[in-house]
């Protein structure tokens, strides 16, 4: 039976072998600027600690945190827990940074607890409106649980080209022609309170340059899509803070001769990626760093562009599980879907040979020293993060350098306080304990023995219940 989570009582003395339901108040937060010392109010022991400040692990520690932060890492024989401090005996397990998912969409507020109850702290919304606005300032203000919420506005768009029209949906965008248009959306959305803008592939260049002379003007970032009139150079040159998908290197892969080349579609997308010339990746991973672009790849959307035999063996999974029926339409009526209205069934098989090409780039991005991080798309929210992780694995980064995507790397790109992503002395107190090491098995991730956000303690029990309060809503 749901147990109500606002119900649930706090337990000061916790065994997760025994797995008695825990969870805190709601509305912690962080002390204020030159307050006295916080009080220890919650002692994790016993602890494996995966700082991610470096590719180690510091075992037999206990983590002290107090006022929504880390007070400190020390050893478990020299650690001293205050008597009215909650104890959580972690036995052995492993703690890392809060999850961090760099690209979602959702409107509604049951997702919230769902993100939690899967180690996601930081969710960005790459599509929003006044819904995504309320979830955010809830959550900073503590009347609701959940990950802390960076949003965009509407989506920016431009008209597609007419031929093009039925494949491409502009629906809820916020359509702009010229630099006047841009400018005026961008003073719009920064007016409404939303923390970056997101571009779309259609927005035409004159639009784009609005856009981006007005966002530098107001210290608002521009995000999303490579328009297609702008490409990738110009979008390294205006300074866009992040590129989804991996959007416009496909030109600069694709030789014009190429049986497959790219265009307004998504389908001519997709099938190109096949065609992409290895060779020519080192020197866009440098510019790209150079630039000082981030991506995020996104590659668990690729299930929407499997073949049938795949989607139907995934939607068998546990995982696919927890989707909503509305999310399980999205793969099973996916041809429905008017920029995917174009696609065959043999398009599907095609388009598989074109994620090894997406793949090495990703590899020289990372090497090169270009940031990547985790971000989604897709659902089941919260379920996915992890899937994506293991993609990055699958695609040839290290254990490590999968989760420095989706901790260290988006602190680093919100300007978040030192500490931040990190389990250190002075970070902020949002972390997940495991069950197995994640930098031996990046599926560990998956395996949740609790969460910690703003301070508070979730334990498993707590956690289901958030699941299950989701599941019948």
């Known amino acids: 039976m749901s147990v109500p989570v606002a119900a649930m009582m706090l337990r000061r003395h916790v065994s997760l072998a025994v797995g008695f339901p825990v969870l805190a108040s709601l509305l912690a937060c962080s002390p204020d600027a030159g307050s006295a010392p916080a009080r220890v109010t919650l002692a994790i022991e016993d602890v494996s600690v995966i700082p991610m400040d470096g590719e180690r692990v510091l075992p037999g520690m206990t983590v002290l945190i107090g006022g929504g932060r880390v007070l400190a890492v020390e050893s478990s024989a020299a650690a001293n827990v205050p008597e009215d401090a909650m104890r ?3 036995g052995g397990r492993f703690l890392i940074p809060g999850l961090n998912d760099m690209h979602v969409h959702f ?177 866009l991973a440098q510019r790209t760093l150079e630039a000082g672009s981030w991506n995020v790849p996104t590659l668990s ?36 879907i008017p920029w995917m209205s174009n696609f065959t069934a043999g398009d599907f098989e095609a388009a598989m040979d074109g994620f090894a090409v997406a793949d090495s780039l990703i590899r020289a991005l990372v090497a090169a020293g270009a940031s990547v991080m985790a971000g989604t798309d897709t659902p089941p929210l919260g379920f996915a993060l992890h899937r994506e992780l293991e993609e990055l694995v699958a695609a040839g980064l290290s254990p490590y ?39 031996q098995a990046i599926g560990s991730t998956r395996r949740i023995a609790g969460v910690v956000r703003r301070g508070e303690w979730f334990d498993r029990t707590a956690l289901d219940a958030m699941l299950e309060e989701g599941a019948d809503r």
Do not use: C
Request: aromatic share 8%; proline share 7%.
């Open 107 to 283: 409107r509604e507020a049951w997702a919230l607890a769902r993100f939690l109850a899967t180690g996601v702290t930081g969710v960005r919304i790459l599509s929003g409106g006044p819904h995504t606005l309320d979830f955010r300032d809830s959550v900073r203000s503590g009347e609701l649980a959940g990950p802390d919420i960076r949003t965009a506005g509407p989506i920016v768009e431009g008209l597609p080209p007419p031929e093009f029209a039925a494949v491409i949906d502009t629906a809820g965008r916020a359509i702009v022609r010229d630099s006047l248009d841009g400018a005026r959306v961008v003073r719009e959305h920064h007016a409404a309170g939303y923390d970056f803008i997101k571009v779309y592939n259609n927005v035409p260049a004159a639009a784009y340059r609005g856009i981006v002379a007005e966002a530098r003007g107001l210290g608002i970032p521009v995000a999303g899509h490579i328009p297609f009139e702008v490409g990738l150079d110009g979008a390294f040159a205006a300074g866009q803070a992040s590129i989804e998908h991996l959007r416009g290197y496909i030109w600069h892969l694709v030789p014009d001769d190429a049986p497959a080349q790219p265009g307004p579609d998504l389908r001519s997308r997709t099938l190109a990626w096949a065609y992409g010339d290895l060779s020519r990746i080192p020197a």
């Open 88 to 90: 959580v005996d972690a």
């Open 401 to 439: 350098e999968a989760l420095r995507s989706a901790t260290v790397n988006p602190a680093r790109f919100l300007g978040r306080e030192e500490g931040a992503g990190m389990v250190v002395a002075g970070s902020p107190a949002d972390l997940v304990l495991l069950e197995g090491n994640p930098l």
């Open 301 to 336: 959307v690729r299930m929407i562009h499997k073949p049938d035999r795949l989607v139907d063996a995934y939607l068998a999974t546990e995982e696919a599980s927890h989707m909503t029926d509305d999310m399980r339409r999205f793969y099973t009526e996916r041809m429905s």
